[in-house]
């Protein structure tokens, strides 16, 4: 499951052929295990797309798995790989950019209808802020940290400004959108009505 994650040889986009067989060694395995175990799961159901699924999981590990300090447990130690490996199963959930986008809110779960998130870092150098209610994005900010172009999937059409003003997107056949950023620049994005 590799090449699921953290990899990205598998894809749903790109490899759908390989997408059912995936989940047919997901459904064996099960949805039980240590902290890591339990933390790759995570992962990898949210690299399916599967956010309700990998919620179920993620809430067996905060039952069954961790410390009320949120510490996986391996037995009864600290285990430190599970307790960044839910971190990033989470991540995965709410930002992937592993296939060269942004993707925003991939799996999210039905329960998390309303949130937000400060400081998550996507490949390319973008650091975002995000919020969402009714499972839709309401608000978007990104910092460029290098001053790549900036390819994003927000599940919907927005424009995006820069200092007050507009900056020109280009929209992409698969519902993404670029646009060209400066290092340092801060950029936002508002979601058209």
Not at 39 to 50: T, V
Not at 149 to 160: E, L, N, Q, S, Y
Request: hydrophobic share 35%.
């Amino acid at each position: 499951m590799y090449g699921l994650y953290p990899g990205n040889v598998i894809s749903v986009k790109r490899t759908p052929q390989y997408i059912d067989g995936c989940k047919a060694v997901l459904n064996q395995r099960g949805d039980g295990g240590t902290g890591w175990s339990r933390a790759w799961k995570i992962s990898l159901w949210a690299r399916l797309y599967d956010g309700n699924r990998a919620n179920k999981i993620f809430k067996a590990y905060l039952q069954k798995q961790c410390n009320p300090q949120l510490f996986a447990l391996c037995g009864k130690t600290l285990q430190t790989d599970g307790t960044m490996g839910v971190a990033a199963g989470i991540t995965e959930m709410i930002l992937q950019s592993h296939e060269g986008i942004i993707d925003l809110l991939p799996a999210l779960p039905d329960e998390w209808s309303e949130g937000r998130f400060d400081g998550v870092i996507a490949r390319g150098g973008f650091e975002l802020d995000m919020k969402w209610q009714d499972q839709s994005i309401t608000e978007v900010e990104i910092l460029s940290k290098a001053g790549k172009p900036c390819r994003i999937d927000a599940g919907g059409k927005f424009k995006v400004t820069s200092n007050g003003k507009k900056v020109t997107v280009k929209a992409n056949k698969d519902g993404s959108f670029t646009f060209k950023t400066i290092e340092g620049g801060l950029y936002k994005l508002i979601r058209k009505i």
